[in-house]
């Protein structure tokens, strides 16, 4: 699992490494929350591991395939 995680960081950072100003503030935010959230967790303060998608509405088209693919993935399906 964390290989295939490794890898979406990687491959999610080169995507926007070009991008407009304007999207990477929004993009270094994003992963910093998702930072604190999984260090949070991780040292013990009783959450459960990931937060919840409760702005699911607010994903692009693209954005909510991406999750399928890699929600596809994690479960080794095809």
């Given amino acids: 699992m964390r290989i295939l995680g490794n890898k979406y960081v990687v491959e999610e950072f080169r995507r926007h490494k070009n991008a407009e100003l304007a999207y990477i503030v929004r993009f270094v935010a994003e992963w910093d929350g998702y930072y604190k959230t999984l260090s949070a967790q991780v040292n013990g303060n ?33």
């Fill in 46 to 78: 009783g959450q459960k591991l990931g937060a919840k998608l409760t702005d699911a509405d607010k994903f692009t088209e693209q954005q909510l395939g991406q999750l399928y693919e890699l929600s596809k993935a994690t479960k080794g399906q095809q």
